[in-house]
């Protein structure tokens, strides 16, 4: 465990500890986390998120609700996740 320097630190901690509460979806042990929450955790948003998927950069998810509000398994996070943090290397024509 580790010591909070003072109560801005705590609050934060608590309202993000509150946050992901609401957000995600326990079913059959399984946990689901809505678009928004998992483009938080994955350090994008929406936007971004739904413009890959449009232009086929990213691999929809496969699981709605019963709205057809898309449902991220732990497996999608980090799925999306790499994606985010996916690095090309970009061919230099100097060399």
């Given at each position: 465990m580790y010591l909070l320097k003072n109560y801005t630190q705590l609050w934060l901690h608590v309202d993000n500890a509150v946050?992901?509460?609401?957000?995600?979806?326990?079913?059959?042990?399984?946990?689901?986390?809505?678009?928004?929450?998992?483009?938080?955790?994955?350090?994008t948003n929406r936007h971004t998120f739904l413009r890959w998927v449009r232009q086929k950069k990213f691999h929809d998810v496969e699981q709605r609700d019963r709205n057809g509000w898309r449902l991220f398994t732990d497996q999608d996070l980090k799925r999306l996740e790499a994606h985010v943090n996916h690095i090309e290397k970009i061919n230099d024509s100097t060399e």
């Open positions: 946050e992901r509460l609401k957000m995600t979806i326990k079913i059959e042990g399984t946990t689901y986390y809505n678009t928004r929450e998992a483009c938080k955790l994955a350090g």
